[in-house]
């Protein structure tokens, strides 16, 4: 493998290897013909160097040296190499497409097993576990999961096409629910109550959250409605009741709410609320995730 330019270095080892090479031409400058055992140690600690690694530098550079020689290299094998004989890779790479590619879903164990029962058939000494793994990891992850009928991997893999967005505030907001992480206790017991349900919504044109609602109840129509409620006023009165003397410059009715298909968004109630302020409504396409992505991102979800 050939060695880096100097435009390829990582400019914190560049600046490294710059200091070393000052610090022993400096050296040598001072001690052009021969130096002591105590000068050397001087170096090494300058340098944060092991002796013996500051002696081979000093030699380096009588001889020559550059700042390029004094870049530190990675240890150990160098990236892509590989170690194995090309039987026990043949074995790996058959057991892989014939028994672990498949939609049954066979576990990586399984494959250890087999990998091993064909290299000692064969009279090979089997392979570590580790570096099998490895040869799983080189192949694409998409193409293995829709081999194995990992459609999960195969939806957050694949790029979705096209452009979700508003031109203006209040065109287009998000409505979702998710627990919170924390743990409510009861004040005198301690003992846990459970974890608060947190509904947001979330204007996509500027990504500021109109308003939101915190319940120890499941969503309902009742959580949906309080944060569409907080979502749609002024929040100056509120801001004021606690205390708060940061901004929160957004109220108004949304133009199109966007929701998933849970039952609360679906609810006869909801429909009708929004069609009397004057509200569209959009629901995500069922299994689509990623139609939701700017609230399922603010949520963690």
């Known amino acids: 493998m050939s060695d880096p330019f100097p435009d390829e270095i990582d400019e914190a080892l560049w600046d490294e290897a710059c200091r070393r090479a000052d610090a022993i031409r400096d050296f040598l400058k001072r001690h052009p013909d021969s130096s002591t055992t105590v000068d050397v140690a001087g170096l090494a600690a300058e340098l944060g160097l092991g002796q013996a690694t500051a002696y081979r530098l000093i030699k380096l550079f009588r001889s020559g040296g550059t700042v390029m020689s004094l870049v530190d290299r990675k240890r150990g094998r160098p990236e892509g190499h590989r170690v194995l004989d090309e039987k026990r890779e043949e074995i790996i790479h058959t057991a892989i497409h014939a028994s672990y590619l498949k939609r049954t879903r066979p576990t990586v164990s399984q494959l250890v097993r087999d990998v091993r029962t064909n290299c000692i058939s064969a009279g090979l000494m089997p392979p570590h576990r580790r570096t099998i793994v490895a040869r799983l990891e080189d192949i694409d992850l998409q193409k293995r999961a ?86 749609v006023f002024d929040k100056s009165a509120w801001l004021r009741e606690r205390e708060i003397t940061d901004p929160w410059p957004v109220a108004g009715l949304p133009d199109t709410l966007h929701v998933d298909n849970g039952p609360d968004f679906r609810s006869q109630a909801f429909k009708r609320g929004c069609h009397d302020a004057g509200i569209a409504i959009e629901w995500r396409l069922p299994g689509e995730p990623h139609f939701g992505g700017h609230i399922e991102r603010l949520i963690g979800t």
């Open 146 to 231: 829709k081999r194995r009928g990992e459609q999960k991997i195969v939806k957050a893999t694949t790029a979705v096409p096209g452009v979700f967005g508003a031109s203006r505030p209040l065109e287009l907001v998000q409505i979702d629910h998710t627990k919170a992480d924390i743990f409510v206790v009861d004040e005198e017991t301690r003992q846990p109550i459970g974890r608060p349900w947190l509904t947001l919504a979330m204007d996509i044109c500027s990504r500021i959250v109109t308003g939101f609602y915190l319940t120890m109840e499941a969503p309902s129509r009742l959580s949906t409605s309080l944060c569409l409620l907080h979502s």
